[in-house]
């Protein structure tokens, strides 16, 4: 009978790390292709052209793979009188330059409503004709094609045209999502196409409800990581975040190590500004190990003041790190956590470095070829 209940608790907990195997090498090279199809189904139209921003794409497992459409510009029509300067900051380096600017804006809902239009005409023909390229997703995973409410407008008129950035209260955000049985069922042809469409859920609606514990711990990374504070890579923007029923919440935190400065770097985190080409790049590869470290220890610190997440969902953080050609650093760090982890350390149930071990790290490093 012992025998039996140990086999048993074997085959128990062997069979779920059978069923999560997934050949990365494999689904990084089928997101690729995926995300050059769509990129290419975009760009056919001038007016929704991405102007050289790539999708990105991640896979979650459990939950399915998620296309993220890159910040594209609204184009607007605007009367431009006398107009006011505003001053615009550019870049990495904060260079300062005047605007002039009018916010009279003419006839943007119709030219929205046909964007829209044509933004669900390519996602259809994308899921319906070409998602089934994305081998190993299971029959309950989902194929979701987004954009975030960006901020960037784009404007056009007597003779002068730039871009300003406003605040994201007024945009819409579109999101379209299949599960992979119904494109499947399609393929299959035990459905119709009409019938896969209808299947597709499509959202159009201003940006989701704020939540106030996740909002927060963005500023908290942000602040964290700003060049005065931290001690390793630094980032001049709040994490954005996502937020997936069933399955937890996405933080995408950009970081630097320097800014250039013609043939030198200024490094704030290390107070130089007179750093070449190769002592830059030892620099950042030394920093490396402790990066990785902080952020493991400021997910678990402050991640447990989540109290959006239920117990089985996970907060993840996807890094994209500063540029360093040839400096054997990942191009990517991807760092996901139960909520049930952040409860346990938060009630002491559990130590700092225990629950640092909990933490899933998938790294993904520059293609060489």
């Known amino acids: 009978m012992k025998k039996l209940l140990l086999y048993a608790c074997i085959l128990l907990f062997s069979l779920p790390v059978v069923a999560q195997q997934i050949d990365q090498t494999r689904m990084d090279r089928d997101l690729e292709v995926a995300k050059n199809v769509l990129q290419t189904l975009f ?10 921003r790539n999708i990105e794409a991640v896979y979650l497992e459990g939950y399915g793979v998620i296309f993220t459409l890159p910040d594209n510009f609204s184009y607007l029509s605007i009367k431009m009188p006398k107009m006011p300067k505003m001053t615009v900051f550019e870049g990495e380096e904060g260079h300062k330059r005047e605007v002039f600017m009018d916010l009279s804006v003419l006839e943007n809902d119709s030219i929205d409503n046909e964007k829209m239009e044509e933004k669900k005409e390519a996602v259809i023909t994308f899921l319906a004709d070409y998602s089934d390229l994305i081998g190993q997703l299971k029959p309950d995973e989902k194929i979701k094609v987004h954009n975030r409410a960006n901020d960037n407008v784009f404007y056009v008129g007597t003779g002068r045209h730039s871009s300003w950035s406003m605040t994201s209260s007024g945009l ?3 999101s379209a999502e299949v599960n992979k049985k119904d494109v499947t069922a399609y393929k299959e042809g035990k459905i119709s196409r009409k019938e896969l469409v209808n299947r597709i859920t499509f959202t159009t609606s201003e940006p989701v409800e704020i939540h106030q514990d996740l909002e927060l711990f963005a500023i908290i990374v942000k602040r964290l990581y700003s060049p005065d504070l931290s001690e390793t890579y630094f980032t001049d923007r709040t994490p954005h975040y996502e937020l997936l029923k069933d399955y937890g919440v996405i933080f995408y935190l950009k970081t630097y190590s320097s800014y250039s400065n013609n043939d030198l770097y200024r490094m704030p985190v290390l107070g130089r500004s007179d750093v070449n080409l190769e002592e830059r ?9 402790q990066f990785e470290k902080s952020i493991k220890e400021t997910m678990i610190e402050y991640g447990r003041t989540i109290k959006t997440l239920k117990n089985d969902e996970i907060l993840m953080l996807k890094v994209k790190l500063t540029k360093c050609d040839g400096c054997g650093i990942p191009e990517t760090l991807e ?6 982890v952040l409860s346990q350390y938060d009630q002491r149930k559990l130590s700092l ?10 790294k993904t490093f520059k293609n060489t070829k």
């Open 335 to 340: 760092l996901s956590v139960l909520k049930q």
């Open 172 to 174: 819409e955000k579109f």
């Open 281 to 289: 790049n030892k620099k950042v590869t030394e920093l490396y190990p």
């Open 353 to 362: 470095d225990k629950a640092m071990g909990a933490i899933k790290v998938k």
């Open 43 to 52: 760009n056919q139209d001038r007016n929704m052209m991405f102007w050289g």
